[in-house]
């Protein structure tokens, strides 16, 4: 970086108080708005504009807050009234209106008011009584005030900042500072996309002529704001592929196909296309850090047991992390299936196992004698010691914190890691989201999967429910109810679903319904969930602890009581639970929202039943950072851009980071230095965005 960029650089990072006029006091109440330098002052953005320019009255709505101009029709008069208030209104010809002016407060007002003075006037007006209640005016005849016709901006404030100063600070801020504002994005990009240059921009963001200008500044920023964090991320990305050295595993491609043929069903392209990118990335030298995302039934299970399979064969240990018993149990039994034929060892360690069980199964993974462990939180625990590990996957990845991960991480040297997901975040979020993580979509369900026909009934169409209810089991198949709560509350008036399990042993004595929920021990979920997935319970009446992963392909029916009381995910996981074999499957919403989100969320259920649009419209109802959780979610505070509203935009801004980053000359040449310098600073900090 040149001496002169350097300086450049720096001007912007001189404390605000170097303006004239921003003393200590008024100091701390911008550093509650974050505003310490130069810098942040300039990039404190209005939120919106007051529209100053004078009006044609003809085209103003009522109510509305205007600027008019206008000369001064009559006297004024003043009344006052109450304690110490005052009234003073005048009449003003605006065009071909005549209106009344009404100024409160301002007795002194009433000296300059003289017929046939120019005058303009903002604020309210009524347009039924022409009456316009003055909030600001300037003499327009005066040279000293020849007023400005434009859009003023308007700041958030706090304390005793008052908006008028900060409007004063920035106009002073962008004449001093504007030679020392440095373009960040490269010539090629701006040229490309017609964006506007930095200290232009930052201009007509604060003071546009019109709308169309605010408008340009604020595509400008947007784009900086996804570009210079995009940048980051791929650097990141860049640097953690350079310092980890990951393990090449040589598994045998012939073997890994046969096992592939041995399975009960073809997999599908998009599967395959998962697996051929995790199998490469499992043969390469670098650290696999891949998320593999797939609509509920899509199929993940299986290529996690192929990448696994291959792992093991090239002589490595694996690891499969669940967040629940219940999941790490099916998990372990569909494994032992798949591998029913192969020579590998695979232990289930959760915290049901007894003492003997652990101790054996930690000795026998320090030995190396067993070969792949599922199980829960149980796997991450201090005394867990690998021989040889080569391969984590991590499923529904978004019920473990970051630090869970990255514990398990720790277990071996540079393992390669799958994260699985169903929680369908559209793609290009989620690779902001994880940044530094490749991420892998199955965007296709096995052949034969029928929709799920979703319907909305209220409580009183109960009886209706029941009977379908009894056809589809009368036909062999099987039921979940799932409850949101365990314990009655007068609060939430929900329904118990202890209570709802004895109702439906009343009204069904001649089923097998069994009762799933947090309360009970893990031996005895276990114990239930295995019967219901062998058939022998009819209907499970569930809490959410059934939530995640559960694959019981003959239930066909997913019955949600006060289905209002959950969030669109979630109501989309749920009903993922059925539609996951060949039969037609149905879910029934049972719910009687309150408010209008959550009959929209009904709407939504009914209409919707891809999981990539549900999550696109829980994002839209929800906003980013609730969808996300801001605690793990590592996403940084954008000032002007919006990954939902402005999402084509994050992805061009991705593309040419990464473009920029892959390009040999963005490392050494000259103008790419305020850049390098920007990433250099971030990086320090930017670590903690790794899992
Ligand atoms: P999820 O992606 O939600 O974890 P699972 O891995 O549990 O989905 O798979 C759902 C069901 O689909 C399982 O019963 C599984 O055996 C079955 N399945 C997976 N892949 C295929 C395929 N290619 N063809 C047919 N059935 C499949
Ligand atoms: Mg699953």
Not at 130 to 140: A, G, I, N
Not at 426 to 442: E, K, Q
Request: proline share 4%; charged share 25%; glycine share 6%.
């Amino acid at each position: 970086m040149s001496k002169q960029d350097w300086a450049v650089y720096h001007a912007l990072k001189q404390p605000v108080t170097t303006l004239k006029g921003v003393g200590e006091a008024l100091a701390e109440d911008l550093s509650l708005l974050g505003i310490k330098t130069i810098e942040d002052l300039l990039f404190h953005f209005p939120y919106r504009y007051d529209d100053c320019r004078p009006k044609d009255l003809a085209e103003v709505g009522h109510e509305e807050t205007v600027t008019v101009e206008g000369t001064v029709h009559s006297e004024p008069v003043l009344r006052f009234y109450g304690r110490n208030k005052a009234r003073c209104s005048f009449k003003v010809l605006v065009g071909r209106y005549l209106i009344t002016a009404v100024i409160f407060n301002r007795p002194y007002v009433k000296q300059q008011v003289k017929v046939g003075r120019s005058i303009r006037l903002t604020g309210k007006i009524d347009k039924h009584r022409l009456q316009l209640t003055v909030q600001h005016y300037q003499w327009s005849d005066t040279a000293s005030n020849k007023g400005e016709e434009t859009l003023l901006p308007v700041y958030s404030v706090t304390g005793k900042l008052k908006v008028a100063q900060l409007r004063k600070w920035m106009k002073a801020a962008l004449r001093d500072y504007a030679a020392y504002i440095p373009e960040m994005i490269p010539q090629s990009l701006l040229t490309r996309y017609k964006l506007l240059p930095r200290p232009e921009a930052l201009r007509k963001i604060h003071f546009p002529k019109d709308y169309e200008e605010g408008k340009q500044a604020k595509r400008r920023f947007i784009y900086e704001e996804f570009f210079l964090f995009q940048l980051k991320m791929q650097a990141l990305r860049k640097r953690h592929r350079e310092q980890v050295e990951g393990i090449p595993q040589h598994y045998d491609q012939q073997k890994v196909e046969n096992f592939i043929r041995s399975l009960p069903f073809e997999l599908t392209a998009a599967q395959r296309k998962a697996l051929d990118q995790i199998l490469h990335d499992l043969k390469s030298p670098f650290a696999m850090n891949r998320l593999l995302q797939g609509d509920v039934g899509s199929g993940k299970t299986v290529v996690a047991a192929i990448s696994l399979y291959a792992s093991i064969s090239a002589g490595y240990q694996g690891a499969f992390m669940v967040p629940t018993e219940i999941l790490a149990e099916q998990h372990y039994l569909s494994l032992k299936q798949f591998y029913r034929n192969e020579n590998i060892q695979i232990a289930l360690l959760t915290g049901s196992s007894t003492p003997k069980e652990r101790r054996e199964i930690l000795a026998g993974l320090q030995l190396g004698t067993i070969d792949l462990v599922v199980g829960t939180h149980a796997l991450i625990q201090k005394d867990v010691y690998f021989k040889n590990l080569g391969l984590i996957i991590t499923d529904e990845q978004h019920r473990f914190g970051v630090e869970q991960r990255r514990q398990l991480r720790r277990k071996g040297a540079a393992p390669d890691v799958l994260l699985m997901t169903a929680t369908p975040i559209p793609r290009t979020l989620a690779i902001t989201a994880f940044g530094d993580l490749d991420v892998t979509v199955i965007d296709e369900l096995p052949a034969g999967r029928k929709k799920v026909e979703t319907y909305w009934v209220k409580e009183h169409m109960l009886d209706r429910v029941f009977r379908f209810m009894q056809n589809e089991i009368d036909q062999g198949r099987q039921a979940y109810v799932v409850c949101p709560l365990i314990e009655e509350s007068d609060k939430l008036d929900v329904q118990n679903v202890i209570d709802f399990h004895a109702k439906l042993c009343k009204v069904f004595p001649q089923y097998r319904i069994g009762l799933l929920h947090g309360r009970l021990s893990s031996a005895e979920k276990g114990k239930t969930m295995r019967r219901f997935a062998q058939g022998e319970i009819q209907i499970l009446v569930t809490t959410t602890v059934i939530e995640v992963g559960v694959d019981v392909p003959n239930a066909t029916l997913m019955i949600i009581y006060d289905a209002e009381r959950f969030g669109l995910s979630q109501l989309h996981q749920l009903r993922g639970r059925v539609g996951r074999g060949n039969h037609q499957s149905y879910c029934i919403l049972i719910a009687d929202p309150k408010t209008e989100a959550g009959i929209q969320r009904m709407h939504i259920m009914r209409s919707t039943h891809d999981g990539f649009e549900v999550a696109k419209k829980d994002l839209a109802l929800r906003g980013t950072g609730d969808f996300f959780g801001t605690k793990q979610s590592g996403l940084p505070d954008f000032k002007v851009a919006d990954m939902i509203r402005d999402y084509r935009a994050l992805e061009v801004a991705r593309k040419d980071a990464q473009a920029l980053i892959q390009n040999p000359s963005f490392w050494t040449d000259e103008q790419f230095g305020l850049l390098r310098t920007y990433l250099e600073e971030q990086l320090g900090t930017g670590e903690k965005l790794l899992d």
